[in-house]
């Protein structure tokens, strides 16, 4: 069981760190939530059947995690604004951060993508991040989301139009600002 775990460990301990990173924006909370899934991990190996492949649950159980931890940051933020009524937009997680330097590739429409998708739902995010990071396929992709792949395929869609409208607008008001 220990050399099967470490094993894991070794072999996906990145990915799913830059996944989570992904998902939650901050460094030190995607490493929190890394020691998460492993703690999932050990407590139900002994469970695990090999229906899917170890990375594609691996995948899966990062993902309930990162989503459970947005959740309850979003849950904490109602009740510290309690009678405050705010839109949804202002419950969304923001990074003011600068982005890691082993993460964000030189490039500046590299970080101009990343930042878009800071934008686009958390369905979106995932799929984009699965398939184009992580280099997931279809079917990977819908088993660790617990889809279709025919969800998968029309989020993956939708999602690239939010991009492209998305770096379309910014690339127009960049225009506008160098005009005035």
């Not at 998902?23 to 991990?41: G, T």
């Not at 101009?112 to 699965?130: A, F, K, N, T």
Request: a negative charge; glycine letters at 4%.
């Amino acid at each position: 069981m220990n050399d099967e775990f470490e094993r894991l460990y070794e072999t996906y301990h990145h990915s799913l760190f830059q996944f989570l990173f992904y998902m939650v924006r901050n460094r030190q909370i995607a490493e929190e939530l890394v020691q998460e899934v492993y703690i999932k991990v050990f407590n139900s190996f002994s469970s695990f059947k090999g229906d899917s492949s170890e990375k594609t649950w691996l995948y899966s159980i990062a993902r309930h995690v990162g989503v459970d931890w947005i959740r309850s940051q979003n849950r904490k933020k109602r009740k510290f604004l309690g009678v405050f009524e705010l839109s949804e937009k202002e419950f969304q997680i923001r990074d003011e951060e600068p982005l890691p330097d082993e993460i964000v590739l030189e490039r500046e429409e590299m970080k101009e993508v990343y930042q878009m998708l800071g934008r686009c739902s958390l369905d979106q995010q995932q799929v984009i991040i699965l398939r184009y990071i992580e280099s997931l396929s279809i079917s990977e992709t819908a088993h660790i989301l617990g889809w279709t792949e025919s969800k998968v395929k029309t989020t993956q869609h939708r999602a690239i139009k939010a991009l492209q409208e998305l770096l379309s607008a910014s690339h127009h008001s960049d225009l506008k600002e160098v005009g005035r």
